[in-house]
């Protein structure tokens, strides 16, 4: 393996871990691999069972591949989380026994200044998570509508100031293409009034909206969670850990859906949808990070947690 120093702390550890309820016999797929932090330890606890990974990132796949040899029984994949019906048709695996998600941006995308994920370097306008992909970050910023800039950075950023960001973007590519990062983290902080910056950056909703729309993070992202939980076996579970409220409450609305049993309209007096519960929800209000991964680990400090348990 090329010697990549793939920092990544992986987020609740011991709480996902102990939440899969893991059997030393089951299959369990890890759909946002990244470095292995998660499956490491899944792996760990496996004896006849089954790890299966996916994740766009070449990096990251050859970083598990050498984290994961002789640990246990498991199949590594090049692919987005959302086309996990492929690789299980692949593998010829019907039912899984647990399911791991770890939304958002690895610590080893966001630290790796030429990845150009974050404002804090001066690097190329990238985000891409799997650089075989063509659309960029440049693209993006150089191409999109006004209309679609807005609606970009109202979406996925929900940014109040989109307006004047948006329209700095548009007056600055006229005059030549913004292609670094730095670039743009200038016409942001160029847009807010610095009275309305607040803690840290105040380019985090832009280039989180552009990160997402470059790979397409939330597209589907309802119906895949919908779709993995049908997967599980009886007793199986399934783990979501999100970064943001865009992410959190698409995973909420969707365990909500999978635990509940008639889904009409109130006004309705007598169900007439015939909606079953399919899940119950192991965590009813979703867990987040600890004092001590807290201080440890900042990154946490956003993240939550939600499971369900297949009936």
């Not at 998660?38 to 591949?65: N, P």
């Not at 693209?139 to 307006?163: C, I, P, T």
């Amino acid at each position: 393996m090329e010697n990549i120093n793939f920092n990544h702390t992986p987020v609740m550890l011991h709480e996902c871990i102990e939440g899969l309820n893991i059997k030393s016999n089951g299959i369990y797929l890890d759909g946002t691999l990244g470095g292995a932090g998660h499956s490491t330890e899944i792996a760990k606890r496996l004896k006849d069972g089954m790890l299966i990974g996916i994740d766009k990132d070449d990096v990251a796949l050859s970083v598990s591949e050498f984290k994961l040899n002789g640990l246990c029984n498991y199949s590594l994949h090049k692919s987005d989380f959302k086309d996990y019906d492929k690789v299980l048709t692949e593998l010829n695996v019907k039912h899984l026994d647990g399911v791991l998600l770890d939304l958002g941006v690895s610590s080893y995308q966001l630290d790796t200044a030429e990845r150009g994920f974050s404002y804090r370097f001066d690097a190329p306008l990238d985000m891409r998570m799997d650089k075989t992909q063509s659309f960029t970050a440049a693209d993006v910023v150089n191409e999109y509508s006004e209309k679609e800039l807005l609606r970009v950075l109202y979406e996925y950023g929900e940014e109040r100031f989109a307006k004047n960001i948006v329209r700095n973007i548009i007056a600055n590519r006229k005059v030549k293409p913004i292609a670094t990062t730095g670039e743009l983290n200038k016409i942001v902080e160029d847009s807010i009034p610095r009275k309305f910056w607040g803690k840290g950056s105040p380019s985090k909703q832009t280039f989180q909206a552009i990160r997402i729309e470059v790979n397409g993070e939330l597209k589907g992202l309802y119906e895949c969670i919908l779709g993995m939980a049908r997967k599980l076996n009886k007793g199986g579970r399934m783990a979501v850990i999100t970064f943001h409220s865009l992410e959190d409450r698409i995973v909420k609305n969707a365990f909500k859906l999978l635990s509940s049993d008639c889904i009409c309209d109130k006004s309705i007096p007598y169900c007439v949808c015939g909606h079953k519960k399919e899940v119950i929800q192991i965590t009813h209000k979703p867990i987040t990070a600890s004092k001590d991964e807290l201080s440890n680990n900042s990154r946490s400090a956003s993240a939550k947690l939600r499971i369900i348990e297949k009936l």
